[in-house]
């Protein structure tokens, strides 16, 4: 489980484990089978999409008799507050007419869902409807209507995963994660993590990278990337950034920066950024240190992975070997790659240290150990 997640402008903390969650289903189950044991009806499921998509996938794998599974779609909350209007969005995919019909639901909080589901259920010509939730948030719970299952009760908070949503993401997770409201978030609140990812050729910082962005949910930009990207979406920029290149030039500081900033405008949904390739200049830095100030905020920290040189150049060798380029593992053009990376770096090196922003990892071991030492780095920040 993820100490942490977020998900746009909220944090969430863990709240229930997989397995708690999973006993829970163990019980309710258990309930259902004892009622209709030996039934010679086929009841029907009705999923309440899609917060109760993983429920009653998970419901009807322990039930042992024999039932059918209709769907339907209803939305009655937008962000995190109820509307107090439930819609019904889809109609059922199945009949229901002359069938005894077990609702399966998510969640029930005020309850106003699950009494228009239960008349919507009868007019279609159900003859007996039972409720069965995963949750239930009985503080707020004000109806006379009784719910027969409910497999874990819970306080009045907002939670997603296990199907439950906030503004349609968070469905994935397997554990329940639960709003949190911690004050001390006053400080950084909105503000995103802004992580610059240095390392010579063959430190691993790809592999580093990816194991990164999925631990703490952030966007990897990585400007060679994200240059083709705008090209081949034939954006202005890429049409710019194209006619240059195709032209010989290089590609000036003012596109790669739009395209950075354009990137921090649009991705949502991420706690933050991983900048790899960029800053190369002490130019770039200072613009990026100025992008990010006029947004109120600032580079969180410069991991750096180091190896030293004799290893740079044997894993590029080893590299070059594997995939059959021996002309790159010349010792002329590896000498020349790492006295350029020194050269283009140090000097950043320098700027980000004075700021207190670099922190340098031994990348010298296994990925394991290395990606082990990154996460404590990163954890302490
Ligand atoms: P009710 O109509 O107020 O009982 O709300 C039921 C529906 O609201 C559920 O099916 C969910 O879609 C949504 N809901 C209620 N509480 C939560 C929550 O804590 N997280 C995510 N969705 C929720
Ligand atoms: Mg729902």
Redesign the pocket.
């Known amino acids: 489980m993820k100490n942490k997640v977020r998900l746009y402008d909220k944090t969430f903390k863990p709240f229930i484990t997989n397995a708690e969650i999973n006993e829970a289903i163990d019980r309710v189950a258990a309930c259902i089978n004892d009622d209709f044991r030996g039934c010679t009806d086929t009841p029907v499921l009705l999923c309440?999409l899609n917060?109760?998509i993983m429920f009653t996938a998970e419901l009807m794998k322990r039930l042992d008799f024999n039932c059918e599974i209709v769907s339907m779609k209803?939305?009655?909350?937008v962000g995190?507050r109820?509307t107090g209007k439930?819609r019904e969005v889809m109609g059922m995919t199945g009949s229901v007419d002359g069938k005894r019909v077990i609702i399966v639901?998510?969640?029930?909080?005020?309850?106003?869902?699950?009494e228009d589901l239960t008349r919507i259920v009868r007019e279609k010509g159900a003859t007996e409807v039972r409720i069965c939730t995963l949750l239930l948030?009985p503080d707020?719970?004000k109806k006379a209507i009784k719910l027969d299952y409910v497999a874990k009760e819970i306080p009045n908070?907002?939670?997603?995963g296990f199907g439950?949503?906030?503004d349609e993401i968070g469905r994935n997770f397997k554990d329940i994660y639960v709003l949190d409201p911690e004050p001390d978030y006053h400080v950084t609140e909105h503000k995103m993590n802004y992580y610059i990812l240095f390392g010579p050729p063959g430190a691993g910082k790809g592999t580093q990278a990816s194991a990164m962005v999925e631990k703490y949910n952030l966007c990897h930009i990585s400007t060679g990337a994200l240059l083709r990207k705008e090209i081949a979406a034939g954006s202005e920029l890429g049409l710019k950034a194209k006619s240059l290149i195709d032209a010989g030039q290089l590609v000036p500081d003012e596109v790669v920066e739009g395209m950075i900033e354009n990137e921090f405008n649009t991705v949502k949904g991420v706690s933050g950024f991983l900048l790899d390739g960029f800053p190369r200049t002490i130019a770039q830095a200072e613009a990026l240190d100025k992008m990010l100030d006029a947004r109120g905020e600032g580079v969180t920290s410069v991991v750096s992975i180091m190896i030293p040189d004799e290893m740079i150049k044997e894993r590029i060798q080893h590299r070059a070997a594997i995939e059959g380029r021996a002309d790159d593992a010349s010792e002329e053009t590896i000498n020349t790659r790492i006295r350029t990376y020194h050269e283009k770096t140090e000097p950043l090196v320098d700027f980000y240290r004075k700021a207190g922003k670099y922190v340098e990892i031994d990348g010298t071991g296994t990925i394991e150990e290395v990606r082990a030492k990154i996460f404590s780095t990163m954890d302490q920040l």
């Open positions: 309440v917060g109760s209803l939305s009655s909350y995190t109820s439930v639901e998510d969640i029930v909080d005020t309850g106003n869902t699950i948030k707020v719970y908070d907002f939670i997603v439950l949503d906030y």
